[in-house]
């Protein structure tokens, strides 16, 4: 997968970014009232297994005061502009980390300065920051929880190992001193040792510093945790059936921002938002109509372009709403700016209902390169004697599989992160400032309860209603059947009602320009998506009627769920590809294809 290897610390240190944990120095956050503290008594002790329940409320607990004051800071300081800021974190960049991360924290950032900024009355604006940063502080919690349940385990492996290893090169060098010479064969097998021995310190660093990152969170000594596994079904148990429609649908009836619009400017209904919102996603919601989804770099790219121009547009719309005198004019900037916030919190969901299924594509793939170092492993294992050079191969390709796992128990940790959030995002938080100065044990058993209690009700409640649901409104989804969707796509011009900017593609992947030669190895060619299946039988009559080289092949109509709707897209596959002349001629003809 080209788009994501999961780094360990990308999360935790975005959390120190956007909200401030303990880690914080003391002179960087703002003083807070003691009688306004949520924590002031010494941490309590640490008894029995710890879960990913008493990390999360220990993380919230012990951080929210610092994490909040924190927040306060970034969105009030009036010497940092709120576009700086999330400029400031889209260049943040972590190694090897899918720029969707950078565009799902600006969003963040700009609905919390959004909310606080349109109904910034200090007791709201003062749970509101308490809630978010207790939010931001459970995510971090999941990340490192993960990542030292596993270090706890794998750093006892890779200290057996390395001592094993580190013997054998202590015999060479002992055999070097009392020769004073080395054949070429322990030459090599030496500096095969030592460059291995090497990485495996690497590794050994790593989990050890998420060990101690996973301490400063929960205020806990790591040599004294006995950790329980990861575990939580909601996080786990997610059905793929669950379309982004019905965490977006939860989010306008549930989340804060909407009860506040409701307040103070209108009521907000999801198919009014949904509609304003698709008509600035149009073209993502195209490409995942043709099934280019999330490990297609166009489809990563459109949807980064648009979720980050949400996110300045929201600053823009708050910005306009706080500089207006007139109170006439100011009103109505304020129900714009909560239109464009309406648009921000779906484009939040979107975002990380896609990075769910980004973890899972890289899942598959992890497992895969498992599987095959465990057969390669085997399979010297079962030698019965090895030279010198195939030693070093089987302990390299140990420390490669020491290196998958640790990726392996990452993305599982992403996942749970990017569901948690995607929870969150959804409306469901249990979080009160009243929670947060309640005894552990009770803020552990509210997540526990009250948070999958709300999430069976939202899943409930969204299958009775798909149960329900009308037929789709053809005229609502004009974007669906607009012809040349992709060339304007490519060339910058959207047929939304914002302007957006133009994507800079390579000509190879725009709606008509050909295929090179290289486009021969795809297996697919696809010749349009349709709402009916009849629409898909008709569309083939006419190509093979217009295009004779078509008739050589077999059409399929793939029937797919998108985002819980069925279209019906018109393919013709081939193990061996070679469809590069045929699309090319079709495309010559200003005739949709696309090869994948």
């Not at 940092?80 to 600006?106: G, H, W």
């Not at 300045?312 to 700016?337: F, G, M, P, T, W």
């Not at 209902?353 to 497992?367: E, M």
Request: aromatic share 8%; glycine share 4%.
């Amino acid at each position: 997968m080209k788009y994501v290897k999961f780094s360990g610390n990308a999360l935790f240190l975005t959390c120190l970014f956007l909200c401030g944990c303990a880690l914080d120095d003391a002179d960087k956050t703002p003083a807070v009232k003691e009688d306004e503290l949520v924590f002031r008594a010494e941490p309590e002790a640490v008894k029995g297994k710890v879960d990913v329940y008493t990390s999360m409320a220990r993380a919230a607990k012990y951080n929210v005061d610092n994490a909040s004051a924190n927040l306060n800071k970034k969105i009030f300081d009036p010497n940092q502009k709120p576009r700086n800021v999330l400029q400031n974190i889209m260049n943040i960049k972590f190694d090897n980390t899918t720029p969707l991360y950078e565009v799902s924290n600006a969003l963040e950032y700009a609905t919390l300065y959004a909310t606080a900024n349109l109904n910034n009355k200090k007791g709201f604006v003062d749970n509101l920051f308490y809630t978010r940063a207790a939010q931001h502080l459970t995510l971090a919690a999941i990340r490192t929880h993960q990542d030292a349940w596993y270090a706890s385990r794998k750093i006892k492996e890779i200290n057996r190992l390395a001592k094993q290893e580190q013997k054998k090169l202590a015999e060479i060098n002992a055999k070097l001193e009392r020769t004073g010479k080395l054949t070429r064969d322990d030459l090599e097998y030496k500096k095969g040792l030592e460059v291995a021995l090497l990485n495996l310190n690497e590794l050994q660093q790593k989990l050890a510093m998420n060990l101690a990152e996973y301490g400063e969170l929960t205020n806990m000594l790591t040599s004294k945790v006995d950790f329980a596994g990861r575990h939580f079904y909601e996080l786990e148990d997610f059905d793929k059936n669950y379309s982004v429609e019905i965490f977006q649908e939860s989010a306008v009836n549930n989340r804060t921002e909407f009860a506040v619009a409701k307040e103070l400017v209108k009521t907000y209904s999801f198919d009014e938002v949904k509609q304003s919102t698709n008509l600035m996603y149009e073209d993502v919601e195209r490409l995942d109509i043709n099934g280019l989804d999330i490990d297609h770099r166009l489809y990563s790219t459109q949807l980064q372009e648009r979720a980050l121009q949400n996110a300045n547009d929201l600053i823009d719309a708050v910005s306009a709403y706080n500089n207006e005198n007139d109170v006439q004019q100011k009103n109505k900037l304020q129900e714009q700016a909560f239109d464009v916030l309406g648009n921000a919190i779906l484009a939040q969901i979107k975002v990380n209902y896609k990075l769910v299924r980004l973890a899972d594509i890289d899942y598959k793939l992890t497992s895969d390169k498992i599987k095959t170092l465990k057969k390669k492993i085997n399979e010297l294992e079962r030698k019965s004697r090895l030279n010198s050079e195939k030693k070093i191969e089987l302990l390299n390709l140990r420390i490669a599989l020491m290196q998958e796992e640790y990726t392996l128990s990452q993305i599982k940790a992403e996942r749970a992160v990017a569901l948690r959030t995607l929870y969150f995002e959804a409306g469901f938080s249990p979080y009160t400032k009243r929670l947060l100065k309640a005894p552990l044990k009770d803020i552990e058993q509210v997540l526990k309860v009250g948070f999958n209690e709300d999430v069976v009700r939202m899943l409930a409640a969204a299958e009775q209603k798909l149960k329900q649901s009308k037929p789709i409104d053809n005229e609502k989804n004009y974007w669906a059947k607009g012809e040349n969707w992709l060339e304007r796509l490519i060339d910058g011009k959207s047929s939304s009602k914002k302007a957006v900017p133009a994507v800079n593609l390579n000509k190879t992947e725009s709606m008509f320009e050909p295929y090179a030669p290289e486009a021969d190895k795809y297996k697919i060619m696809q010749l349009g998506s349709f709402e009916k299946k009849q629409n898909a039988t008709e569309t083939w009559q006419d190509l093979t009627s217009r295009f004779s080289g078509l008739k050589s092949y077999m059409p399929q109509i793939e029937r797919s769920h998108v985002d819980g709707k069925i279209w019906y897209r018109l393919l013709v596959s081939s193990v061996n590809g070679g469809f590069r002349n045929i699309c090319n001629e079709l495309r010559a003809a200003k005739t949709e294809c696309l090869l994948r």
